[in-house]
């Protein structure tokens, strides 16, 4: 999705695809994370909830831009 988002123009470059995941899940890929390097640490489940609806709403709306400006474009 952030893939297609960003070849269209859309801006998703900030977006961390970690974000996008379910919590159960984002916390499974952050312990295969941390097991081969100390570097990133998870958040706890009330930031998770924050940044994803941040990370959630900036894909939502950068495909509906998207679409907008390819709608008048044509």
């Known amino acids: 999705m952030c893939l297609h988002g960003r070849s269209q123009g859309g801006c998703v470059s900030h ?5 996008l995941l379910e919590p159960r899940d984002y916390r499974q890929w952050m ?4 097991s ?15 940044l994803s609806k941040r990370a ?3 894909v939502l709306l ?8 390819n709608k008048l474009k044509q």
């Open 62 to 69: 950068q495909l509906v831009k998207v679409g907008f400006d």
């Open 15 to 19: 977006i961390k695809p970690e974000y």
């Open 56 to 58: 959630w709403m900036d």
């Open 31 to 34: 312990k295969i994370q941390t």
């Open 36 to 50: 081969g390097s100390g570097e990133q640490s998870a958040v706890d489940d009330v930031l998770f909830e924050s």
